[in-house]
């Protein structure tokens, strides 16, 4: 099989059939679709059901979804996590679960704003200063004090 289509572990990711179908489709163009299936070690009859396959119920809801967490999180001022937007979706009527909202951010790649400090800067070396010469040339281990090795 193809590697980049699979996980750590090497087994076959849930979108793999989805990925060789974009894949098909972006270099169809330069190759026919059956030796493209071919070095895949994908069947062209599953490219062609796939292309002709009604989007699944789950398909279509997540699309809905999508919608919806997208007005909801930007209507917040793009701070809300999974679990606000989960809460705020599930009062609004719209009954879905928290990991379908963390599935569906994560494939919108959004994130919810996160809490504590950032990174502190506490020195910024100023390039026009002459810096001290390396006497011992990067040699840091000695025998004695007070002596290079």
């Known amino acids: 099989g193809i590697d980049f289509l699979r996980d750590r572990a090497g087994r076959s990711t849930r979108n793999q059939t989805k ?70 979706l599930n009062r609004a009527g719209n009954e879905v679960a928290r990991c379908t909202v963390e599935r569906l951010m994560r494939e919108l790649g959004i994130k919810g704003a996160t809490r504590g400090k950032g990174i502190v800067i506490t020195t910024i ?7 001290p010469k390396d006497l011992i040339k990067r040699h840091f281990v000695s025998w004695e004090p007070n002596e290079l090795p």
Not at 54 to 70: A, C, F, G, W, Y
């Open 19 to 88: 990925q060789v179908v974009a894949f098909i489709d972006a270099n169809r163009d330069k190759w026919r679709v059956q030796p493209i299936c071919t070095v895949l070690h994908f069947a062209s009859s599953t490219y062609y059901d796939y292309k002709r396959r009604e989007p699944s119920n789950r398909t279509l809801r997540d699309e809905e979804l999508k919608v919806l967490i997208t007005e909801r999180y930007e209507a917040n001022y793009s701070v809300y996590g999974a679990k606000k937007l989960w809460v705020v």
């Open 125 to 131: 070396a100023d390039e026009s200063l002459e810096r």
